[in-house]
């Protein structure tokens, strides 16, 4: 077997961790937390392995020594590297408060990742470095921030749990944010879920597309399927805002308790935040300097970069402000991560779109 | 009563200085306005930007919204009066929050740990209590070496009924925060020293020449202001740099060269920089580039001084002044010289230099060739013809003509990435080491006596957020009581971070206690 295959059982475990961790929310049964944790634990081997393996292809391919070759060379090895640090980050978390219910907050993300790479159709192949990338800052720059991103991935789950437990009222501001994140999450998830059988199960289009990504929904050639698409997300938000209290009457039952989510985020972002400046911010800057000769340059990627990093500086202050416990400061830090994301994905997708004469799709 | 209400006035200003609110308004602020600054292309051709904004507001509103943008500074926003003005007020936050409460912390610092009394020690976050047996003095021995065994230094002092241990560690910590906090100001003052006292320029050096000035700014020029730039830069680079020399050739004093060599963007280096040799190196067979290397010499009061290849992520450095290995092409009309090296069958290998057309002879022998053709990249058609398949020396070639004895003999294309193609039937071999003279190495030149206090400032900022995030100030007292036939222990803790991590540490100092009370019997 070689790394592809691994790579297809650890997608498979994880998505499957996630159904069955949702499931286990629903019904509470032991036997079904316990299954879910093994089939994570089973898909988290399997990913170990095979990024063991495409490592050393790596190192086979281009010879340039073991270090070089560390998998972190493109968006497609990144992304599996932010879903092994993130099942890592989970696991650690599971075995320290004993509790399972995490799970269905954090394997999702996980299954996100995952989803994107199929249907945005990355390239997954191995490329030789171009001279640019071929630098020791680059690597540690692109594993740290990576490494950060999984933290803040977390504190954005544990800060999304503790404002459905906190909250009440539907007309509570927190309350409106966590449904309509939550209900725009779920909606995504299931789109890309949709594209994925669309187009990769059911029909294979005759002509090559390289990306699906919402090719049968929001970007889909028939106007009807667009308008039905964003009625379809406005009615699950709406969905979520209006039976949320379903979701924290189970949580209730998980007997987890506000202080521990409010800990965990922030230990999250303590973990999160200073290997972010590090490695995103700063070994980003040495890089840029060796290379080209400017340790900053405000293009867009360097700037959503800053933002994040000003977004979870407000979040580490909104702490000290007195009346912003709780809440409110979980709102920074679900916003953090979102914004983290858009840093990740976003600027890729959507900016260098709006820069580049020609579309995308 | 003037002076009062002016006092109040900056009390108030000062006061909003010092408040974390205003770092988040200040936080808020620098992130909106940077997300637009991500959005319109910085820099860019108006059409560029009116184009974006279409994409997002439409097509009839583009232009005044345009035009309202670029009036507020939006198209070079980073370097706006106002996004300065925000960095400024950040910085004065940063600084004025922490003259604030620095007082505080530094007495937290400094002061040294007393004993509790009775009531205090009930009252602090982390408590626990055990039984000994034995005399307080034995117990405090014990205690002193287990508190000891943990990193703590102990005071000790005499109570009534027996003792009180104190200590503490990581005093210093509290400082952390602020040390993270001036690394920002470190950062901001390195960047700001590189912007005014630095410069950023451009350099398209070609094999075998050399250059005493970089260009700063490719701005748009009228077609005499173009001539006259290039007649300059002739000038300059005849004279080797030599102001006084460039200006006697072009007939101006040397104050008015001066003001045209900035005017046009043209930086004396105060020293040479020569491009010996540029090379692409491919991954295998493939046009993937795997290296760009130039070979440069620094020449300094006409001595060579300094030589180093460079490539991408491995610049070089002279004098403050660093050349990066950034973009190369081909120089336009260049006559190559050809590099080939010869080995007769059985002979030692010869290097010779050829022009298009030249010949050679394959020494003791009557083989000559001439060098007949030249491809960058050479590949061949469906029909077998060859063509050159892009614009750069993806792989070069030479077309050779062999004669034996003055009559033709064959004739066929040497490739220099294919060293294969060198073998002649005879067992001589020919092969193309390089054509010299016709690409150029673009280099980036920067100058910025900033970098280094950046350099210091992230250090700085590294340490301060390592010593913010994971590591505490923590106190920990002991008191020794003794009780009838036993000495009863009370232990104290707090500490400002992480309490379980200090917790656990109290707890093993309390199994090992217990341990030696065992080992006691
Ligand atoms: C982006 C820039 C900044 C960064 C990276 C930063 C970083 C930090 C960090 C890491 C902490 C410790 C947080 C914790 O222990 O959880 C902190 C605390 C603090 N920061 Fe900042 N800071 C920044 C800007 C500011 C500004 C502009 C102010 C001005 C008001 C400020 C005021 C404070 C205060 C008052 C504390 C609490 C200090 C204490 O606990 O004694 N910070 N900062």
């Not at chain 1, 308008?227 to 009457?249: D, P």
């Not at chain 1, 300097?289 to 202050?317: N, R």
């Not at chain 2, 241990?165 to 906090?181: A, N």
């Not at chain 2, 222990?489 to 707090?494: E, K, L, Q, R, S």
Request: proline share 3%.
């Amino acid at each position: 077997m070689d790394s592809s295959s691994f790579f297809g059982i650890s997608t498979i475990a994880y998505i499957l961790a996630m159904i069955i961790y949702i499931i286990y929310l629903a019904f509470r049964k032991t036997r079904i937390g316990i299954a879910a944790t093994t089939i994570t634990i089973v898909g988290f081997i399997s990913q170990t392995l095979a990024i063991a393996m495409r490592w050393k292809e790596f190192n086979d391919l281009s010879g340039m020594g073991f270090l070089r070759s560390v998998p972190l060379t493109n968006l497609y090895e990144s992304m599996i590297f932010f879903v092994w640090c993130l099942i890592l980050g989970y696991l650690i978390i599971e075995f320290k408060y004993k509790n399972r219910s995490f799970g269905a907050f954090v394997t999702p993300i996980a299954g996100l990742a995952l989803a994107f790479i199929d249907i945005s159709g990355m390239s997954k192949d191995i490329h030789p470095l171009v001279p640019a990338l071929q630098s020791n800052w680059l690597l540690a720059h692109v594993m740290m921030s990576f490494i950060a991103y999984a933290a803040f991935a977390l504190s954005f789950s544990t800060g999304l749990m503790y404002l459905i437990l906190t909250t009440e009222k539907r007309n509570e501001s927190g309350y409106i944010f966590w449904t309509f994140i939550l209900g725009t999450f779920v909606m995504l998830l299931f789109l890309m879920g949709i594209d994925f059988f669309t187009f990769r199960v059911a029909v294979k289009p005759d002509v090559f597309i390289k990306s699906y990504m919402f090719r049968a929904s929001f970007l889909n050639p028939s106007i009807a399927i667009k308008i039905l698409s964003w009625i379809a997300m406005m009615a699950i938000i709406v969905i979520v805002w209006r039976y949320g209290s379903f979701l924290k009457m189970v949580m209730d039952k998980f007997g987890i308790s506000a202080e521990t989510l409010d800990e965990i985020t922030y230990k999250s972002i303590a973990v999160g935040f200073p290997v972010f400046t590090l490695g995103g911010l700063i070994f980003g800057a040495i890089w840029a300097d060796q290379a080209w000769g400017t340790y900053w340059s405000w293009d867009p990627k360097e700037t959503w970069s800053l933002i994040t990093w000003f977004v979870y500086a407000f979040y580490l202050h909104s702490r000290m402000v007195r009346g912003w416990r709780g809440k409110k400061v979980a709102i920074v830090a679900v916003t953090g991560f979102v914004v983290a994301m858009f840093t990740y994905v976003g600027v890729n997708l959507l900016l260098s779109g709006l820069h580049s004469y020609g579309d995308i799709k | 009563m003037e002076q009062e209400k002016n006092k109040t006035f900056i009390d108030k200003i000062w006061d909003l200085f010092a408040s974390v609110k205003f770092a988040i308004i200040i936080f808020a602020l620098i992130s909106l306005t940077s997300v637009v600054g991500t959005i319109l292309e910085q820099k860019a051709e108006p059409a560029k930007n009116i184009q974006i904004l279409s994409k997002i507001f439409g097509e009839s509103l583009a232009p005044t919204l345009y035009n309202i943008f670029d009036k507020i500074g939006f198209m070079d926003m980073y370097h706006s009066w106002w996004f300065l003005t925000l960095l400024i007020l950040f910085s004065a936050n940063i600084v004025i929050c922490s003259i604030e409460r620095l007082p505080r912390i530094w007495k937290m610092v400094r002061e040294p740990i007393s004993p509790l009394t009775e009531e205090h020690l009930e009252k602090v976050s982390i408590k626990r209590e055990l039984i000994l047996r034995g005399k307080p003095e034995k117990v405090k021995d014990f205690v002193i070496s287990a508190i000891k065994g943990a990193g703590f230094k102990v005071i000790e002092s005499k109570e009534d009924k027996g003792y009180q241990l104190y200590s503490q560690k990581g005093s210093f910590t509290r400082l952390g925060v602020y040390i993270t906090h001036s690394s920002i100001l470190l950062i901001l003052i390195g960047a700001f020293i590189g912007i005014f006292l630095g410069f950023k320029g451009f350099l398209p050096l070609p094999e075998g020449m050399s250059s005493p000035v970089v260009l700063l700014h490719n701005d748009s020029l009228t077609q005499t202001e173009a001539h006259e730039k290039e007649m300059i830069l002739n000038a300059i680079w005849t004279s080797s740099g030599s102001i006084s020399s460039s200006s006697a050739t072009l007939g101006m004093d040397e104050n008015t060269l001066k003001a045209k060599m900035h005017k046009y963007g043209i930086q004396p280096l105060g020293f040479t920089i020569r491009c010996d040799d540029f090379d692409v190196y491919f991954y295998g067979s493939s046009d993937l580039p795997k290296e760009y290397k130039s070979w440069l010499t620094v020449i300094d009061g006409g001595k060579e001084v300094l030589k180093k290849t460079i490539g991408v992520n491995d610049p070089l450095a002279y004098k403050s002044i660093t050349f990066y290995q950034a973009s190369y092409g081909m120089v336009p009309n260049a006559q190559g010289k050809f590099i080939l090296r010869i080995t007769p069958k059985s002979g030692a290998p010869e290097i010779k230099q050829l022009n298009l057309g030249e010949r050679f002879i394959i020494s003791g022998t009557t083989m000559e060739g001439t060098i007949r053709d030249f491809s960058r990249a050479l590949s061949f058609d469906k029909q077998g013809r060859p063509i050159t398949y892009a614009e750069m020396m993806n792989n070069p070639a030479v077309f050779i003509d062999f004669k034996e004895g003055g009559k033709e003999k064959y004739s066929g294309w040497i490739l220099k990435r294919h060293p294969i193609t060198a073998k002649l039937p005879e067992g001589h071999t020919v092969e193309f080491i390089d054509i010299w003279g016709v690409q150029y190495t673009g280099l980036q030149v920067r100058k910025d006596p900033g970098v280094w206090i950046v350099y210091l400032g992230c250090i700085v900022m590294s340490i301060g957020l390592f010593i913010a995030f994971f590591m505490s100030h923590r106190k920990l007292w002991v008191r020794i009581a003794e009780e009838k036939n036993s000495t009863k222990v009370i232990i104290g803790a707090t500490t400002n971070k992480n309490r379980a991590a200090f917790e656990r540490k109290i707890n093993k100092i309390i199994t090992l206690l217990s341990k030696k009370q065992e080992g006691e019997k």
